[in-house]
């Protein structure tokens, strides 16, 4: 079974300042590692997944996250947060090979406030 | 357009009373799911379906029923709605299960409360 902690439930921040998301995960076989982001009303989106290869993954809107795997962690980050990233962001992670079963394990959910 | 439709997507009722929440599908997805949100705990799994007449309970399926008659609708039932199952919900597909990873989408989530 996989496990995943979200460090934070609540980051408030300052346009233009940067922003770490906390996500620890646990599990005894190997995971893919997700970010997905719900804005104020909407349903989850993707914002982007570790399968396999550099441990460094980017989104199009200028996220990242980091596995790491030695600390068991995949935070999200970015440079420069603008209002428009106000939304609440889960950190998910599925057993990777197998006989997947697709279930997606949820952390607890950060909420983001960027302030202008 | 590619797309995961529930209905309805706000609803109000009374402890008790039987109600459904439609989850449809056009990818010709296998794998279908249904997860709800609460505050400060994300999003649980309720229940699973591999394939038609193929379902499975999540981690929280007490109080849910589910049927997959048609590979595009995977409907969640509550026979008997109680206080506690108000939560925002979510119906999520993927295209098939296997070795290598295939994106799930979500739904637009539908927001129960339960009077």
């Known amino acids: 079974a996989q496990s995943v902690t979200q460090l934070d439930s609540q980051v408030p921040v300052f346009e233009e300042a940067p922003v770490e998301l906390r996500c620890n995960y646990s599990?005894?076989?190997?995971?893919?590692l997700f970010w997905y982001v719900q804005y104020p009303n909407q349903g989850l989106q993707l914002l982007l997944k570790?399968?396999?290869?550099?441990?460094l993954v980017e989104s199009i809107n200028g996220f990242e996250a980091e596995f790491n795997k030695s600390q068991t962690s995949f935070h999200l980050r970015k440079p420069s947060v603008h209002i428009s990233d106000t939304a609440e962001y889960f950190c998910?992670?599925?057993?990777?090979?197998?006989?997947?079963?697709?279930?997606?394990?949820f952390g607890q959910g950060t909420i983001l406030t960027v302030h202008p | 357009e590619a797309q995961v439709t529930q209905n309805p997507r706000y609803l109000i009722t009374v402890t008790g009373k039987k109600l459904t929440v439609t989850c449809s599908q056009n990818?010709?997805?296998?794998?279908m799911s249904w997860y709800r949100q609460d505050p400060g705990l994300g999003l649980r799994q309720i229940y699973y379906?591999?394939?038609?007449?193929?379902?499975d309970k999540g981690d929280v399926p007490e109080g849910y029923k589910v049927s997959r008659k048609e590979k595009r609708n995977f409907p969640l039932i509550l026979e008997s709605p109680s206080p506690n199952q108000t939560s925002l919900y979510f119906c999520?597909?993927?295209?098939?299960?296997?070795?290598?990873?295939?994106?799930?989408?979500f739904g637009p989530g539908t927001r129960l409360t339960v009077l």
């Open positions: 990818m010709n997805h296998e794998y």
């Open positions: 999520a597909s993927s295209l098939y299960l296997g070795p290598t990873y295939n994106e799930q989408f």
């Open positions: 998910a992670v599925s057993r990777a090979g197998g006989t997947s079963y697709g279930k997606l394990t």
């Open positions: 570790y399968l396999s290869g550099s441990t």
């Open positions: 599990s005894s076989v190997s995971v893919y």
């Open positions: 379906s591999m394939n038609v007449e193929v379902t």
